[in-house]
């Protein structure tokens, strides 16, 4: 579990040393179940615990389970985009999980609108979105964000979606940051279940991240 | 290929490399009865020269010298027809009989004239006996070999002189019957007997006719000789007559009184007279007496002596000539002979000359097969190949043993799981690390997470 944790921290060090001041980060992938979810939560919850305002911005229908085991059991803020809670762990870390309508629809403008205001109060924003070659506002969120990774889940055959996704993303104009390979079947697991990869991070060792944070900070 | 991808390989294809070592234990556990051998070795002596001086069957080929190489033998020793009487003798099954040449193994020591034979098998004893069979059917083949050379060659000297015998036999019977009717030829000599009786009779007969010349010249001269001792013979007899003898004296006195007288006094004188009658009367009885007595020269012992000669000569003068005309009778007669036998005569020597060849050419053969039945003795005697060890145990062969065989299975199922691993991964296009996504994305790819 340590090395898990170790290895969002190593992302998000790499992150920041390449983004100064407030950035939003796409997570998305070419094909269903390889963790762009998981991931997203998991650099979030690594801003966090930095002490850097995080928003974590669930686009993807998939990335439900994460939000929800992040900011699980708290009162939500409702939002035009949708509702936006605390983490009970990380006050920095905020989830906004988007309405279904606003998820499979999304307005490129009203998405525009909302990153530009909670660039301002969030030193991070990372947005859990569907495959790209599945989903268009996948690809709006993408274009929105000031880069993107791709989350490549381990043991799966290589897929005409991976071409499809690195020519749309080129295409587009994307600013691809790289590729974060995932263990496919737990980050799987992490996504289908809210208690196996989320859950004991905050609360197994909610004491030691606060430690840890601090050496972070340091 | 680093030791992290082989690690990394074999435990993404953990699954078949752990099927491959159990299918390999599996193997080892029941193939080890069966790949258990035992090595019994038995060892040769080949006093071998080098088999390219002479053909390997050429009775010319030094009888002490091995008919076959030692390179040859190693190959004989895992010859079908060597096997097979090893195999009979053992009794084995023909498909063990067909593994035999698999299981011997025959090579020189370094090049030496020793050659180890080594029989592998399953049963240690069967090791051993088939290992000392082996030695013995080596050696005993080789020197059949050796004495094979000279059979072929024993046997045509033999047929060759029994037919030479034949041929002289029957020249024998040839010659035997040409001369049993003919006194005068011998079966050794023909008529060369008649040849040399001629040439003895001819030699006696000139002998002969020189004897009979002398003899003739000594009778002639013989004859003459008492006429001639006629005269001697007459004074002999009148000077061995005393009363002769005295008258001759008393007349030479009274001559030579007489003349005395005649030369001192003259005619005148009358002594003289008397005298000279009695001189006178002396000479009438001196010759007288002289003329009876030589009128018998048989007195003479000169002339009987002459007389005796002159027949003795002539005796031996017709001695001589009845011996020459003897002589001359048997020559006639021989030669006689000789003209009557003179065919035959030929025709034995012929005989003589043919079988003379025939003695010469079987005398050469005999020695041949004399020279070549004492090359086969002692090239069957001598043994060029040898047995000087014999198998007496038989210690599992290295790859029989349990600790090696199951090195070799583990070494080889290893390799084979990890060729297997390796084939499996190669074949597997999944993605299975960085380098597969970086290719794939053509981006930077980030430590993996989860």
């Known amino acids: 579990m340590y090395q898990l944790e170790e290895s969002f921290r190593i992302l998000r060090v790499t992150l920041e040393g390449r983004y100064e001041g407030p950035s939003i980060f796409a997570v998305t992938s070419a094909h269903r179940g390889d963790g762009a979810a998981y991931v997203a939560a998991g650099l979030a919850r690594a801003f966090a615990e930095s002490g850097e305002e995080t928003l974590l911005i669930g686009a993807s229908e998939h990335s439900a389970n994460a939000e929800l085991s992040i900011a699980e059991n708290t009162r939500g803020t409702l939002t035009p985009l949708g509702v936006m809670r605390q983490s009970p762990v990380f006050a920095q870390l905020h989830v906004l999980t988007l309405a279904p309508a606003t998820r499979e629809r999304p307005v490129a403008r009203d998405i525009e609108t909302m990153l530009v205001e909670m660039r301002e109060t969030h030193r991070a924003i990372v947005v859990a979105a569907d495959p790209v070659p599945r989903s268009a506002s996948a690809l709006q969120f993408a274009r929105a964000a000031d880069g993107v990774l791709i989350s490549v889940r381990f043991g799966r055959s290589p897929l005409p979606a991976d071409r499809e996704l690195v020519r749309l993303l080129d295409e587009s104009g994307v600013t691809t940051i790289g590729v974060v390979p995932t263990r496919g079947r737990r980050a799987a697991a992490a996504i289908r279940s809210s208690s196996t990869t989320i859950v004991p991070v905050e609360y197994e060792g909610s004491s030691r991240l606060a430690t840890r944070k601090v050496e972070v900070a340091s | 290929m680093n ?249 030479g006195k009274d001559l030579a009184t007489l003349n005395n007288m005649k030369a001192g006094y003259t005619e005148n004188y009358a002594g003289i007279a008397g005298l000279q009658d009695t001189v006178d009367r002396e000479r009438a009885s001196l010759a007288r007496v002289e003329s009876e007595e030589v009128r018998d020269p048989t007195q003479s012992a000169t002339y009987v002596t002459a007389q005796l000669d002159a027949n003795r000569a002539n005796a031996t003068l017709g001695a001589d000539r009845a011996q020459l005309a003897a002589v001359k009778k048997q020559l006639a007669g021989l030669n006689g002979q000789l003209a009557a036998s003179g065919g035959e005569g030929t025709q034995i020597a012929e005989l003589r000359r043919e079988r003379a060849a025939e003695d010469d050419a079987y005398g050469q053969l005999s020695a041949r097969l004399a020279r070549a039945m004492a090359d086969r003795a002692q090239a069957a005697t001598i043994g060029s190949v040898v047995v000087i060890g014999r198998a007496t145990s038989a210690p599992p062969a290295l790859l029989g043993r349990p600790g090696v065989l199951g090195a070799a299975f583990a070494v080889a199922f290893i390799w084979l799981a990890i060729t297997l691993a390796f084939v499996l991964d190669g074949a597997d296009k999944r993605l299975r690390n960085t380098t597969s996504i970086e290719d794939l994305y053509g981006k930077p790819v980030f430590n993996p997470v989860g």
């Open chain 2, 3 to 251: 030791l992290k991808r082989l690690v990394e390989t074999l435990q993404r294809q953990r699954v078949a490399v752990i099927a491959v070592l159990i299918v390999g234990l599996a193997v080892y556990i029941v193939a080890l009865p069966h790949l258990r051998k035992y090595s019994a070795t038995s060892t040769l002596l080949a006093a071998a020269a080098s088999s390219e001086s002479t053909s390997v069957l050429d009775p010319e080929k030094d009888p002490i010298s091995s008919a076959v190489g030692l390179v040859d033998l190693e190959d004989l020793a895992t010859s079908t027809m060597i096997l097979d009487r090893v195999a009979r003798r053992l009794h084995l099954s023909a498909d063990d009989a067909k593994k035999l040449p698999g299981d011997v193994k025959a090579k020189s020591l370094f090049g030496s004239n020793i050659l180890p034979v080594q029989v592998s098998d399953r049963d240690p004893n069967r090791a051993i006996r088939a290992a000392n069979l082996l030695a013995d059917e080596l050696a005993a083949y080789t020197r059949s070999i050796s004495t094979t050379r000279y059979d072929q060659l024993i046997a045509d000297l033999t047929s060759q002189v029994a037919d030479r015998r034949t041929q002289l036999q029957a020249l024998d019977r040839r010659i035997q019957d040409l001369t049993s009717d003919n006194y005068y030829i011998t079966p050794d000599t023909g008529t060369a007997a008649i040849n040399t009786r001629l040439v003895a009779l001819e030699a006696q007969e000139q002998l002969l006719a020189a004897t009979v010349a002398g003899d003739v010249a000594n009778a002639a001269t013989s004859a003459k000789r008492p006429q001639l001792t006629r005269h001697l013979a007459g004074h002999e007899i009148t000077t061995q007559d005393p009363s002769f003898v005295a008258l001759k004296v008393q007349y």
